[in-house]
């Protein structure tokens, strides 16, 4: 099998980093399944992740973190003790892309995959965060089910059509970006009338719905 060429590189590297974000465990076990059954080429830093070892272990990961994500307020936990793995996890794995051949490269690509990781990583907790606002438990499984698709697809284009992935994934990250914003603005206008409410000031008088579209009002305040 051919070694990948410096499109498909830049790509899986950015795909990695992103991915790592939402499902770590998942990206790690499939990019390291992929080495070991021969359907990709892995870069030589990405060897140890088609391991027996790596690949079992992070097998478990991801038979936990199915149902963990799944289970409204868990998911959140969960969320928060991964903030400190999923962020470096993604900028290591997109650096050792590149470790075997560029030392500069690997940098880069180091700050970019962190970056990505934090990104997707941010916009997922926030906006899990605020769906379980909500008390019905079916938002939440069909968010998490979307996001258990789109890693495996996100890597797999990444791969096969690294022209389209990469100017998809600069859309995704923006996208992300004012998901973030919109979903905090959402969770501190909630965690505002909770204030209220529990130091007996008056109801700020915010619609007990909290929907999301209020969020674009700009004259709206708590």
């Known amino acids: 099998m051919p070694?990948?060429?410096?499109?498909?590189?830049?790509?899986?590297?950015?795909?990695?980093?992103w991915a790592s974000g939402i499902r770590l465990y998942l990206v790690v076990l499939l990019t390291?399944?992929?080495g070991f059954m021969g359907w990709v080429n892995l870069p030589q830093g990405l060897h140890?992740?088609?391991?027996?070892?790596?690949?079992?272990?992070?097998?478990?990961?991801?038979?936990?973190e199915f149902f963990a994500d799944k289970i409204p307020g868990l998911d959140s936990l969960w969320d928060v003790v991964h903030s400190?793995?999923?962020?470096?996890?993604?900028?290591?794995?997109?650096?050792?892309?590149?470790?075997?051949?560029?030392g500069a490269m690997a940098v880069v690509a180091a700050l970019l995959g962190g970056t990505m990781a934090a990104?997707?990583?941010?916009?997922?907790?926030?906006?899990?965060?605020?769906?379980?606002?909500?008390?019905?438990?079916?938002?939440?499984?069909g968010a998490?089910?979307?996001?258990?698709?789109?890693?495996?697809?996100?890597l797999w284009a990444a791969i096969a059509y690294p022209f389209i992935f990469i100017p998809a994934l600069?859309?995704?990250?923006?996208?992300s970006v004012f998901l973030i914003y919109i979903c905090w603005r959402f969770?501190?206008?909630?965690?505002?009338?909770?204030?209220?409410?529990?130091?007996?000031?008056?109801?700020?008088?915010?619609?007990?719905?909290?929907?999301?579209?209020?969020?674009?009002?700009?004259?709206?305040?708590?």
Do not use: C, Y
Not at 144 to 154: C, I, R
């Open 144 to 154: 998490s089910l979307v996001e258990d698709t789109l890693v495996p697809v996100g």
């Open 119 to 141: 990104t997707s990583f941010s916009a997922k907790a926030t906006t899990r965060a605020a769906i379980n606002t909500s008390p019905e438990p079916f938002t939440n499984v």
């Open 84 to 102: 400190v793995i999923r962020i470096p996890a993604g900028a290591a794995l997109a650096a050792s892309v590149f470790s075997a051949d560029s």
């Open 187 to 222: 969770l501190k206008q909630l965690f505002g009338r909770v204030a209220h409410i529990f130091s007996g000031r008056p109801d700020p008088g915010v619609s007990p719905a909290f929907k999301f579209k209020s969020l674009f009002s700009k004259n709206e305040h708590v």
């Open 32 to 34: 390291g399944l992929a």
């Open 48 to 64: 140890l992740l088609a391991n027996p070892v790596v690949l079992g272990a992070s097998g478990f990961m991801v038979f936990i």
């Open 170 to 175: 600069a859309l995704v990250l923006a996208l």
């Open 3 to 17: 070694s990948l060429d410096t499109p498909q590189l830049i790509a899986l590297a950015g795909a990695l980093g």
